[in-house]
């Protein structure tokens, strides 16, 4: 049988690669994408003092460790029954969305953005960052950058340091901030909402004023009919940092809203032997294998999924965002993954606007950021919004606050289903009859790109740029062709 | 390899979390730098891995190459070796890299229980028992991935190291400075360290870089910092709440500390510390305010993880490496 | 097979009481097993982690550490500081999955060489006991032989 193998960030890098077998026709017979690293955080979490592990697990992914961090801050709440004052958590959530104003900033100008704005037909060589600059201005690299710089010096003000904060423990934190920060910290957040409008209107004049780019969302080739989960606060709007998760089925429908605690009677977890990473699924729909619709318990989680599980965003700006985006697409739930892009921008803003609402609450430089706790330690779920999935930290410890079990569902898995069915589809597509067409290279990390998976959680690779290569070899395994190219 | 006649600059994730490499970009403008005095040959966060360009080249032709992440399976050994091979100066970057760093811990249990735990956990629906398998038979035909070994290694047990840069990740401007320093011996300003120099950091410990006030003061119970509202200006090990600051190389400027968190170790051991654990549990045992026996045991009870208090950041890096189970096949 | 191994044990000892000891047990033909490797510290409270941990890592399957009983100490109170160490090396070791059974503290002046000697024999017999420590944490690493190679070189 003929093997097609891709290797995203090739083989050597150990971060992902995809095999695709044909059959005798030429045509594929299946698709395989693995992840070719554990770490076994779930096990060596084991038996260390449980507010220890917020530290450990930031070390799971350099990208996003502010959301390991979080998410452990809240399971050892939890496992404390501790509520920290409403300063600790106005602080933390501060820290989050300067966390996620950086980071999606820099998907969607380094990743992101240049399919669109230089369009899916430009040469590869135009397809990056600096394509993006020359195209629109140079002053907005300039933009990038200090985006980046704003918010990882938010992060070290609240969180101690740029990278691996420490600051979270049961019940608040170790520091508050001065009247002096907070005034900088403000100024900064007021620069962050412009950058996100100036975002959302380059991505309205580019992308949306252009029916050809129009026409590639809508027409998008990775439509999934799967579900959607996403964290919602009482009224249902979009929340990064805390709330429930709102789960919705195909049709939108809402299927119900989990707590932290209770997320294994909603979320499971399956296990294949070609690949250390797991797949997730609706527990309550059940594993169908990676099949979509209302049968299958396949769901998504990222900025798409978010949107369509919730009734709104929180702000009034994101608000208005998010009535275009779906007055734009038709409707709710939108299922085309190319959308997953506009849907960034939007939680761009609100992140951006939710940093100034917080920055401004009076309360903000209180003293009052830590709550000692007095009850017995038993077991606690913490569950935060990383930019690429819902995270889950679920820590269990002895009467000492000795952990005796740790279960960790990281973003990225969320989605490794659906990578591996748009993937899968995508090699469908473009394969027939044993030729190979050389937009699959395009397509594959396109679909890529939406989902924005990042490796670091599930193993360990950075949304940076991501070679693609493509080796097609014959029953013998001798190399017929080899398609390559640079995702920049 | 069409090459500019610019020394050749390579860096390279093995098992990491990436953190390093988002420490390097933070550097900002000194990127540029490094662009105008090197020819960036291999760096897959920043572009294309051309890792056949890498295998083609001749050995010793790359300059300068930042190695992080740790070795946990075949591949990343693999691709130790072959940077070795092709670099004039390999540099082990971070913690990972240096001393195993928090996924080294995974060396206290053997992986087989890694794997049972990971893969049996409360979400896990598993009906068949399965593993991950290094070759697994689909319809199709044959799929392979890498091997776990049974222990999470540094890099210089690897492979020869010349220079090491400790943090997790190393700060910025530690960064910069040492890029800095590079570009200087390359326009014969200055002399490279000699080999086997730690880079980027301090040669004394992050106590010495703190602020807070120390009186020698002892004590008579250890505390967990969610026990304790941390005085700001009092030294936190003195407070009951162990802190790894004696033991830890200087070089971050105490930032844990100064954000009221005890500093957990991550700069790796003190210049002349051949164990990081060792150097911290003889400051710790000696800030203990008892000469009974008994009382010492009650005490210490409130270190209830030595393990993980002390080797945090160094277990692969440490004398013993890893623990019995973990290593011993019988 | 355990009663044809003979341990190695490593015993730190305080130049002041118990190496005298020991010295004095030799000097009396008094016998202790020879598997026990003397070093000689200034005081049990020179007693470095490190030298703990170097010896089981470089194989030794035991180790001891003595010094002047409490309150003998030449130095005043360093053997407390040893005591302490002490206590909380054997905790690490227990994690490490090193028996407790296999360090030993103990109190000797130099007046006591038979009870030196004495215990120097329980111990030996009490590692003995607990067979060969031989710490070798790289054992078992090996790069598989692959069905694919690692890298593969494409044209
Ligand atoms: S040293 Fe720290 S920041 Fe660097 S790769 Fe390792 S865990 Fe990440
Ligand atoms: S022990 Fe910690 S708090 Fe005390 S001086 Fe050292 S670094 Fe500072
Ligand atoms: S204080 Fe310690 S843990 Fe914190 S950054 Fe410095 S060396 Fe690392
Ligand atoms: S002099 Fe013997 S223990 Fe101190």
């Known amino acids: 049988m003929e093997r097609i193998t891709i290797d995203p960030i090739t083989r050597l890098e150990g971060h992902g690669k995809i095999d695709i077998f044909l059959d005798a026709e030429g045509n594929v017979a299946n698709s395989y994408f693995q992840i070719p690293e554990m770490r076994g955080f779930e096990r060596f979490c084991v038996g260390r003092q449980v507010e220890e592990i917020p530290l450990l697990t930031n070390r799971i992914c350099g990208v996003c460790p502010e959301a390991h961090h979080m998410a452990g801050a809240k399971a050892v709440d939890a496992v404390y029954h501790v509520d920290p004052p409403p300063t600790a958590k106005m602080l933390r959530e501060l820290l989050y969305m300067a966390f996620y104003c950086t980071d999606h900033t820099t998907h969607f100008y380094a990743l992101a953005g240049p399919d669109f704005v230089m369009g899916p037909d430009a040469p590869v060589a135009e397809r990056n960052i600096l394509g993006v600059i020359h195209k629109v201005g140079l002053e907005i690299g300039g933009k990038v950058i200090q985006m980046r710089k704003y918010g990882h010096t938010v992060v070290e003000m609240i969180g101690g340091r740029k990278v691996h904060p420490c600051t979270s423990i049961p019940g608040g934190l170790t520091k508050g901030i001065t009247k002096e920060q907070r005034d900088e910290i403000e100024k900064m957040g007021h620069w962050a909402i412009e950058f996100a409008q100036f975002s959302l209107k380059l991505f309205n004049d580019i992308v949306l004023a252009n029916p050809q780019y129009l026409d590639l969302i809508v027409g998008d080739i990775y439509t999934h009919h799967t579900h959607y989960i996403g964290l919602v606060d009482d009224n249902n709007k979009v929340n990064f940092y805390d709330g429930k998760v709102s789960v919705v089925d195909p049709d939108g429908v809402r299927l119900g809203k989990y707590a932290p605690a209770e997320y294994a009677d909603w979320i499971a977890e399956h296990v294949e032997p070609w690949t250390y990473l797991k797949f997730t699924y609706l527990k309550k729909v059940g594993w169908k294998g990676f099949t979509e619709g209302k049968e299958s318990g396949v769901y998504m989680a990222t900025p798409l999924s978010r949107l369509n599980a919730s009734d709104g965003m929180a702000t009034p700006r994101a608000q208005e965002e998010y009535d275009k985006f779906y007055k734009t697409l038709g409707g709710k739930p939108v299922h085309q993954r190319l959308a997953i892009h506009w849907a960034r921008l939007i939680e761009l803003l609100y992140a951006a606007e939710r940093w100034v609402e917080l920055a401004t609450d009076p309360e903000i430089t209180s003293d009052n950021f830590r709550t000692i706790p007095t009850e017995k330690p038993t077991e606690g779920v913490g569950i935060v919004e990383a930019p690429r999935g819902t995270l889950t930290h679920h820590y269990t410890t002895d009467e000492r606050g000795i952990a005796t079990k740790v279960n960790l569902i990281v973003g990225t898995t969320n989605n490794y289903a659906p990578i591996q069915m748009s993937t899968n589809k995508a090699a469908r597509s473009l394969i027939k009859n044993g030729k190979v067409n050389e937009g699959l290279l395009n397509m594959v990390e396109m679909a890529f790109r939406a989902y924005d998976p990042c490796f670091g959680c599930a193993t360990h690779s950075l949304p940076g740029q991501m070679p693609l290569e493509i080796t097609i070899r014959d029953a013998e395994g001798k190399t017929v062709d080899v398609l390559k190219q640079f995702i920049d | ?330 | 097979m355990t009663d044809t191994f003979e341990p190695t044990i490593i015993g730190f000892t305080c130049n002041w009481c118990s190496y005298r000891a020991a010295d004095m047990a030799g000097t009396a033909r008094i016998k202790y097993a020879p598997n026990v490797r003397l070093i000689r510290l200034m005081c049990s409270g020179r007693l470095d982690p490190t030298f703990v941990l170097k010896a089981f890592a470089s194989g030794a399957d035991g180790v001891l550490v003595s010094g002047c009983h409490p309150g003998d100490c030449h130095y005043v109170e360093q053997n407390y500081k040893a005591m302490r160490r002490f206590y909380l090396i054997k905790r690490l070791l227990a994690q490490m999955g090193i028996e407790p059974g296999r360090i030993k503290l103990l109190w000797a002046s130099a007046a006591e060489g038979a009870i030196l000697a004495n215990e120097i024999n329980k111990f030996t017999e009490e590692v003995r006991a607990l067979g060969p420590l031989h710490w070798n944490p790289t054992q078992g690493i090996e790069a598989p032989a692959h069905a694919q190679p690692l890298v593969e070189v494409t044209a």
Not at chain 2, 293 to 299: A, K, L, S, T, V
Not at chain 2, 310 to 317: P, Q, S, V
Request: charged residues 20%.
């Open chain 2, 1 to 330: 390899m069409t090459s500019n006649g610019k020394p050749k600059f390579a860096m390279y994730w093995a098992a990491s979390c990436g953190g390093c490499e988002i420490a390097v970009l933070n550097i900002h403008e000194k990127i540029l730098d490094v662009d105008a005095n090197f020819e960036v040959v291999f760096w897959p966060v920043a572009m294309d891995a051309k890792y056949k360009d890498v295998e083609a080249m001749e050995d010793g032709s790359i300059l300068l190459t930042l190695f992080n992440g740790a070795i946990r399976n075949d591949e990343n050994e693999h691709i130790a070796k072959l940077l070795r091979q092709k670099s004039k100066i390999l540099v082990a970057f971070g913690s990972c890299a240096n001393e195993g760093c928090v996924p080294a811990l995974a060396n206290l249990s053997p992986v087989k229980d890694l794997m049972d735990t990971v893969y049996t956990t409360v979400s896990t629906e598993n009906p068949e028992n399965l593993r991950p398998q290094p070759t697994t038979t689909v319809p199709e035909g044959e799929l392979y991935i890498p091997t776990m070994y049974p222990i999470v290694r540094t890099l210089d047990q690897v492979v020869d190291v010349d220079y090491y840069m400790p943090g997790c990740p190393p700060e910025s401007h530690q960064i910069a400075a040492v890029i800095d320093l590079v570009i200087q011996v390359l326009q014969g300003k200055a002399q490279l360290p000699p080999k086997g120099t730690v880079i980027g950091a301090g040669g004394s410990t992050v106590c010495d870089e703190c602020k807070r006030k120390r009186d020698v003061k002892h004590i008579k119970e250890f505390k967990r910092i969610q026990h304790v509202m941390i005085d700001p200006e009092l030294c936190i090990l003195e407070q009951g709440v162990i802190c790894s600051g004696s033991a830890t190389r200087s070089g971050c400027g105490a930032l844990c500390p100064a954000a009221g968190s005890p500093c957990i170790g991550c700069y790796g051991p003190a210049e002349g510390a051949l164990d990081f654990g060792a150097r911290l549990m003889t400051a710790v045992s000696s800030v203990i305010d008892s000469n009974k026996p008994e009382e010492i045991e009650r005490i210490l009870d409130g270190i209830p993880d030595p393990a993980g208090m002390f080797y945090r950041f160094n277990m692969a890096g440490s004398l013993l490496r890893a623990s019995r189970p973990a290593w011993d096949k019988k």
